[in-house]
């Protein structure tokens, strides 16, 4: 029974997960504190961590009906995120470690979305292709037992993250923040087809860039004036923009993947991470891989966006598979690359 703990941007997660099972989970967001910034501003989410935490531990674990004696061990993003944020939870964790005498593992918050889904869906097949898809990274990576093998990346975004994409463009359309939610809203009653937006490196590899696509969306609002025309009754032409953008960002995000599957000869096709909840992505990812043969695995919602249970069922894996824990020296990686679902401290600490 393990407990987890994320704080890695602006939401302050804990779960409690055993044998593959979410008994209790909590999550308090800073968002709308960050909302009149246009994006988070860390100092202000590192003191909503502080805030935060300790009321979500034990909300958790009140809902788990668990008292401290019967946890197994305690697991916590140390990386990759913001300094400030990710030092908060590390050290909460620490202090519970500590008071409690559990071990404790450092986890990379990448491999905890790719662990949400088995909370949904159960365990990982041997060999499966993962899309990871947030605000921060866009990646396709194969994978093979999360806790014991190396992540072998395929392809990972150049430039922008897809989720750092949909943010800039709602700024753009004046959607606000946070901009993937807002641009999903505004799709539903655009055509996608209305404008060809274009669709970088689209079978260049397996390497992404959104960047562009961003200031072609830019471009197209400055020339049409797109932001100052009013809604009249017929189609809002931003509504069109919106659905056009989210469209282009579908298409290559699943054509990559589905083509990662098949040049790998893998099945399984896991799409995680906040932009995961995307409407018009599930629904595409769906389509493709239902014509190409492929199991598709997509976590709920509430298990796409940032969460202590997805820490939890690392952890949890972690356990099972007898990996060491990092103990009371484990330190925060704000930008730390995912090579494995385990953050250990440096042999210099």
Known sequence: MVLGIESSCDETGAGVVSGGR???????????????????????????????????????????????????????????????????????????????????????HLAGHVAADTLEHGPLPRRSVALIVSGGHTSLLLLGDLARDPIVHLGDTRDDAAGEAFDKVARILGLGYPGGPAVDRAARDGDPAAVRFPRAMLGAGFDFSFSGLKTAVARHVEASGARHVENTGARAPLADIAASFQEAVADVLTAKAVAACRAHDVDTLTIVGGVAANGRLRELAAERCAAAGLVLRVPPPRLCTDNGAMIAAVGELLVGADAPPAGLTLTTDPSAPLHQAALVPSPSN
């Open 22 to 108: 979410l008994l209790g989970s909590a999550l308090s967001s800073s968002m709308d504190e960050h909302a009149r910034f246009g994006g988070v501003v860390p100092e202000i989410a590192a003191r909503a961590h502080l805030h935060a935490l300790a009321p979500c531990v034990r909300t958790a674990m009140d809902e788990a009906d668990i008292r401290p004696s019967d946890l197994d061990a305690i697991a916590v993003t140390s990386g990759p995120g913001l300094a400030t944020a990710l030092q908060t939870g590390v050290a909460a964790a620490k202090a519970y470690a500590l008071a409690w005498n559990l071990p404790l593992y450092g986890v990379h």
